[in-house]
């Protein structure tokens, strides 16, 4: 019996985490998307300068869905 309510602690709590990942990957995701559509785009030097800190953002989001990917498979 103590098995089974530790297997089912376990997957409670994969499940809240699995959970807070994907939240918090859908605000990553809008957030870079957000601050993409509020750029600005210098036309005399080609650049497009982005506010913030886009590629913390960029490479949290890969993080995170690399964690995804490992804990659902």
Same mark, same amino acid.
């Given at each position: ?19 807070? #990942?994907?939240?918090? *990957?859908?605000? !990553? /995701?809008?957030? %870079? ?9 210098? #036309?005399?030097?080609? *650049?497009?300068? !982005? /506010?913030?800190? %886009? ?19």
């Amino acid at each position: 019996m103590q098995t089974l309510i530790q297997k089912l602690k376990k997957k409670r709590r994969k499940a809240e985490h699995v959970r807070y #990942l994907e939240n918090r *990957i859908s605000n !990553l /995701h809008n957030e %870079i998307v957000g601050a993409s559509f509020n750029s600005e785009y210098s #036309l005399n030097k080609n *650049i497009t300068v !982005l /506010h913030g800190n %886009i590629e913390n953002k960029a490479k949290l989001l890969k993080k995170y869905n690399r964690r995804l990917k490992i804990l659902i498979y």
